[in-house]
């Protein structure tokens, strides 16, 4: 790279057009999918397998569909759920990760093993369970999504809060009778904040594509919703007689949103880290 | 010695919390106890419907109905799908041997890919190949493994034709008669579909381990000593990227596990993963039960291989004096 090129995109620019290329693609995608009417997507039997086309960017379905609002809606569902159990998860993640490492003893020893019981079942196969349990449906995959994505940010937040717990801050600040909550919430969440955010920011991604899968797999949302997951398991029936649009786009677009957010997290890591700040 | 029978024993009372937690959600769920054990289309006589009650302790509390599982299973018995109409026991060792193959072959060709391209890239760092296995993998990374078989069948096996399209046999065909050649034809596509999930971590962490060993000193100092960075990877990089690379590979058994259930129904593969979908559509709570007993056995077997060669590879953690 030429030395004037790298002066102007450099990394924290990088970072930043990264950063807005995610938000710009979700929020396109949940205004589109506020904004869509069912009758964009409604049965239309004279336009059944319409390959893409100018008036069908993605092409039809079996029953005359427009792939591309239903994908749209869809991948504004998923967006949805992706928000809302990535919220439920980081509550729950900064929680214990706090309380576990300021507390230590028993409390650490026990959400350590919580978050062992919750890994060692494969992940795929934990959200089929709650799901079930739940009664599959919308609610089924909301509950497995957002109660399933803790673990990993969990110790992420307790290895960064026992590296301050030591502080003479927060040793001071105990001294002075503060209670551990009050250090908690005042000395050690503003500490971790940066590094727990791009956890979160890492964790929606992941969230997205699991509320695929477990929808792809039957066990989300059901089949008269809009949803990648429901769309992909459709064109699964026709991929063998050549229907190649029915699959290829919709996965394109929660591939693209995966993957945005993905270079946004990371990006963001990188400039946090001090240790590849001088690279 | 004394760190194994401290890994046994959390891994015993992991699995244990693993049943109770996956027997209390299978109760949970808005079913009659008595259908969850013999299906809803069942056709056995009262006398047969008392026996299972009874067998079962189906009348008690979720604790006695756990107590009574658990007892059962203990022994060994499972109890019976009501999708597949066998013991619990029977259709997971059956279809086990399928996803077996399929794990192995694509655990394989994923880490050893993996590790090469890692390292490819670390040492050609900044050129266009480092740029390009970076993008490919953050690619393969973010995208849908159920996405990726639904492409893989469309272009090589409804396109091209040069695959099957579902299935672990040539249909209609005696299971005696399949030749290991056309096992192994049907296994290319779904191996190679999981495989591009797990590439992209392996790749991405080899590198980034082995740019950290490039940055240190002693790497320096070999080159003053004249080693070419050929030399500086064989003799210095890999044997410290190894152990790290190998304990990713082998953690990795979980997302295999959970990737085998969607390659699976992609592809009709006739594994543990396509069986674990049917029980949940089809409300089989015993082989749902077992499976997930099953798979928290697997992700339990990985994490201990991954310790024990840890200890094996690097004596400071087998004496204990590294990490307590």
């Known amino acids: ?279 | 010695m004394k760190r194994l029978v401290k890994l046994v024993l959390r891994m015993a009372s992991l699995l244990a919390a693993v049943s109770i937690l996956a027997f209390l959600m299978m109760a949970k769920a808005p079913m009659d106890p008595l259908t969850a054990y013999i299906g809803v289309n069942s056709t056995i006589s009262e006398e047969a419907k008392e026996e299972a009650i009874e067998y079962w302790n189906l009348d008690g509390s979720p604790v006695e109905r756990f107590l009574a599982w658990a007892g059962n299973t203990l022994k060994g018995d499972f109890g019976e799908s009501i999708v597949y109409k066998q013991p619990v026991l029977t259709v997971i060792k059956e279809r086990f041997q399928y996803s077996l193959a399929l794990m192995l072959a694509s655990w394989l060709c994923s880490g050893i890919f993996g590790f090469a391209l890692g390292v490819l890239a670390a040492v050609y760092k900044d050129s266009i190949l480092d740029k390009v296995i970076k993008s490919v993998c953050l690619v393969f990374q973010s995208s849908p493994t159920f996405w990726v078989g639904l492409l893989a069948l469309s272009i090589f096996a409804v396109n091209l034709g040069w695959f099957p399209i579902g299935l672990a046999a040539p249909m209609g065909k005696l299971a005696s008669e399949v030749t290991l050649g056309e096992r192994v034809h049907h296994l290319i596509l779904p191996a190679a579909t999981l495989s591009i999930l797990g590439i992209g971590k392996i790749t991405l962490y080899t590198r980034q381990k082995l740019l950290e060993i490039l940055g240190s000193e002693f790497i320096l100092y070999a080159k003053a000593r004249g080693e070419g960075i050929w030399q500086i990877v064989g003799r210095h990089g890999l044997k410290n990227i190894a152990i790290p690379a190998v304990t990713v590979q082998f953690a990795s058994f979980s997302e295999l596990f959970g990737g085998i259930a969607l390659a699976e129904s992609v592809f009709s593969y006739p594994g543990i993963g396509s069986a674990v979908t049917a029980a949940g559509l089809g409300g089989d709570v015993p082989l749902l039960l077992g499976i997930a007993i099953f798979s928290a056995l697997f992700v339990f077997t990985g994490n201990f291989i991954a310790n024990i060669l840890y200890g094996a590879i690097d004596p400071r953690i087998k004496e204990g004096g590294f990490r307590g």
């Open chain 1, 1 to 279: 790279m030429d030395e004037e090129k790298s002066i102007f995109w450099n990394r924290r620019r990088q970072t930043a057009c990264s950063i807005w290329a995610a938000v710009a693609y979700l929020a396109i995608g949940l205004l589109a999918g506020l904004l869509i009417s069912p009758q964009w997507y409604q049965v239309d039997y004279h336009m059944v397998f319409a390959p893409p086309s100018f008036i069908h960017p993605f092409g039809t379905d079996y029953m005359g569909r427009d792939m591309f609002f239903r994908s749209l809606k869809g991948l504004s569902n998923s967006i949805m759920v992706g928000l809302a159990s990535t919220a439920v998860s980081s509550v729950i993640a900064l929680a214990l990760g706090v309380a576990a490492a300021v507390k230590g003893g028993v409390v650490d020893r026990f959400v350590n093993w919580c978050v062992d019981l919750c890994m060692g079942i494969p992940h795929l196969i934990l959200l089929l369970l709650i799901s079930f349990m739940m009664g599959r449906g919308a609610k089924g995959v909301l509950a497995a999504v957002a109660l399933t994505h803790w673990p990993e940010l969990t110790r992420l937040v307790r290895a960064e809060v026992l590296q301050i717990c030591s502080a003479q801050y927060v040793q001071a600040s105990y001294r002075m009778g503060k209670s551990w909550l009050q250090v908690a919430w005042s000395h050690m969440v503003p500490q971790v904040l940066p590094v727990y955010l791009i956890g979160v920011v890492l964790l929606f991604p992941h969230a997205i594509m699991h509320e695929a899968a477990v929808t792809f797999l039957g066990f989300g949302f059901p089949a008269e919703v809009p949803a990648i997951g429901v769309v992909l398991s459709e064109s699964m029936s026709y991929i063998a007689t050549g229907k190649w649009w029915m699959a290829v786009f919709p996965g394109l677009l929660l591939l693209l949103a995966v993957l945005l957010l993905d270079v946004a997290g990371e990006n963001l890591k990188r400039l946090v880290n001090p240790n590849s700040g001088n690279e």
